[in-house]
């Protein structure tokens, strides 16, 4: 227990509509990066509101450090939040902003402005420290929210979308920047998002939301390559989704029999047994159409669309029940099949996720 920093115990919220969140739990360890990844109004940020002391739960616990904080005001709790919309005092220079809340703490002079000093070079702001926030870019208010809410070394940092305002590219930027600062500091990262893409690159955890509840909790690589719910395998990256019924089993290998064909599939990722339903996911980059068809595989397609990805080419098919897939050819488009062309789905059964038993329609 020592190496765990925040405990959520519990947690259950309800705003007087029904429950924001439904008796949520979740340990963080030290110097941990958390992603809390969700679609708008799942309860990622009042899970963050209530860590940091703005909401106070209807039942349940938080516990930091070993202390129960549930009941602790903001200032009291050694938490502090970036938020998307930087919140910078305008009437302040950059220096100004930063040493804020060293002053408001009643640090001495000194010691805040060697902190200060060290935050923003920290930051790669030093050149800055005079500018007022107006004379700002976006990306630069955003190292300056970031370097303020560290200056006073809080034990955990909460970050409220905090690079949801910028451009992709600067947005891409930033999250390197912020994986290279929590990894230095040491410093266990809160962070909440609807990126998913932002979600994986960052994280050491991720703790995927719907409706109050977390769906799964893992790493990026357990949450993309080995989702518990067709909900998560849908919300994270691309795949295409089937579904069907246990036709035989033995040992690790199952076939399933689905609407449009029979398949295999891996059934040692799933505890899977003859007659039973289960959801097969095949990741976009890892579906395979070739003209003819790939022995153990009768999944026939009509390619409907060819387009060029960067690099790779996606095939948009058209399965016998009409509904669609995606697959991925490294090939160049001149050698790719016309528009029209019968085609023939096929994976590695061991890159697909198997959800069967009780995740099954989840």
Same mark, same amino acid.
């Given at each position: ?158 970050? $409220? ?33 609807? $990126? ?167």
């Amino acid at each position: 227990m020592r190496d765990i920093l925040l405990s959520l115990q519990h947690i259950t919220k309800n705003f007087g509509e029904g429950d924001i969140l439904h008796d949520i739990s979740l340990d963080v360890r030290r110097g941990e990066f958390v992603t809390l990844l969700g679609a708008s109004g799942c309860g990622k940020t009042t899970t963050l509101r209530i860590i940091s002391g703005l909401e106070t739960p209807d039942e349940g616990q938080v516990i930091l450090n070993g202390q129960d904080m549930t009941a602790l005001p903001p200032e009291k709790r050694p938490v502090n939040t970036v938020f998307q919309s930087y919140a910078l005092f305008p009437h302040m220079n950059v220096e100004k902003n930063v040493a804020y809340g060293l002053r408001v703490r009643g640090m001495e002079k000194k010691a805040i402005a060697q902190r200060v000093s060290e935050m923003l070079d920290l930051v790669q702001m030093s050149a800055y420290a005079k500018r007022m926030p107006a004379q700002l870019s976006g990306g630069q208010r955003q190292r300056i929210a970031i370097a303020r809410a560290l200056a006073p070394q809080p034990q955990l940092l909460l970050l $409220d979308e905090p690079l949801g305002a910028l451009d992709l590219q600067l947005r891409r930027q930033m999250q390197l920047e912020l994986k290279r600062l929590q990894k230095k500091l040491g410093i266990t990262f809160i962070y909440i998002t609807h $990126d998913q893409e932002e979600a994986v690159n960052m994280s050491d955890r991720i703790a995927v939301m719907r409706d109050g509840r977390f769906e799964q909790l893992g790493t990026p690589e357990e949450i993309y390559d080995a989702p518990m719910t067709r909900y998560v395998a849908q919300f994270i990256g691309r795949s295409t989704i089937l579904t069907g019924r246990v036709e035989s089993c033995s040992g690790d290998h199952a076939v399933v029999k689905t609407e449009n064909g029979r398949v295999p599939a891996d059934a040692s990722r799933a505890n899977l047994k003859e007659g039973e339903m289960c959801d097969l996911c095949v990741r976009t980059e890892r579906m395979r159409a070739d003209t003819a068809p790939v022995p153990g595989f009768d999944l026939p397609a009509t390619l409907q669309e060819v387009r060029y990805a960067g690099g790779s080419v996606l095939m948009y098919v058209r399965l016998s029940d009409g509904s669609e897939a995606v697959a991925t050819s490294e090939a160049r488009m001149a050698d790719a099949p016309q528009p029209g062309a019968r085609v023939f789905l096929h994976w590695n059964p061991a890159q697909a996720a198997v959800i069967g038993g009780a995740s099954h329609g989840a």
